[in-house]
Antibody, heavy 122, light 107 residues
Framework: EVQLVQSGAEVKKPGESLRISCQASGYTFTSYWISWVRQMPGKGLEWLGRIDPNESDVKYSPSFQGHVTISHDKSISTAYLQWSSLKASDTAMYFC???????????????WGQGTMVTVSS | DIQLTQSPSSLSASVGDSVTITCRASQGINRYLNWYQQKSGKAPHLLVCGANSLQSGVPSRFSGSGSGTDFTLTISSLQPEDFATYYCQQTFTTPRTFGQGTKVEIK
């Protein structure tokens, strides 16, 4: 079964660091990009960036560049999203999603993780 | 960045109704327009890619159309499980962007 399983909910204080994960199974990890998407409470979807696990190439949204880091570990088919210094405004649900890098599906996000809720509060 | 404007932002409809959601892009995006359904507390789910290609397993009452800047998602006969929020997304260029969402509620 193809699935993306994300790490559990986190509660952090402002200024703390955090790394959340997205583990893929059921398909060849390096054949698909992984994107990260933010959804703040009661709001819409925002794209943070994506990683190509085959090329180790990362693209960020200008809105998030410099504030988050996207990485991966091919050996365990896992992508990561990390912050070095969290802010209260980072409180949100974060989703990972898979994209067929061939473009056959117009780079649509065809499989999503279940989401990781990050709460940043003093 | 390419802006996507969905209309309406919300709508009320009854089971069996036909509903149409529109998505307008701030510049031409060919057919690089996808539609997602999101139910409360859940991850989004891909319905349509490439403006009009229905994903495997998605009921045929869903259909997408359009090209360039104007796109539509139609649900031909609304079912109870269709009450959700729908988002369009462009994958023509980075940064990928989403519409603001259309919430479909029960009348």
């Amino acid at each position: 079964e193809v699935q993306l399983v994300q790490s559990g909910a986190e509660v952090k204080k402002p200024g703390e660091s955090l790394r959340i994960s997205c583990q893929a199974s059921g398909y060849t990890f390096t054949s698909y990009w992984i994107s990260w998407v933010r959804q703040m409470p009661g709001k819409g979807l925002e794209w943070l960036g994506r990683i190509d696990p085959n090329e180790s190439d990362v693209k960020y949204s200008p809105s998030f560049q410099g504030h988050v880091t996207i990485s991966h570990d091919k050996s365990i088919s896992t992508a990561y999203l990390q912050w070095s210094s969290l802010k209260a405004s980072d409180t949100a649900m974060y989703f990972c999603a898979r994209i067929d890098s061939s473009g056959f599906d117009f780079y649509a996000f065809d499989m999503w993780g279940q989401g990781t809720m990050v709460t940043v509060s003093s | 960045d390419i802006q996507l404007t969905q209309s309406p932002s919300s709508l009320s409809a009854s089971v069996g109704d036909s509903v149409t959601i529109t998505c307008r892009a701030s510049q031409g995006i060919n057919r690089y327009l996808n539609w997602y359904q999101q139910k409360s507390g859940k991850a989004p789910h891909l319905l349509v890619c490439g403006a009009n290609s229905l994903q495997s397993g998605v009921p045929s009452r869903f259909s997408g159309s359009g090209s360039g800047t104007d796109f539509t998602l139609t649900i031909s006969s609304l079912q109870p499980e269709d009450f959700a929020t729908y988002y369009c997304q462009q994958t023509f260029t980075t940064p990928r962007t989403f519409g603001q969402g259309t919430k479909v509620e029960i009348k």
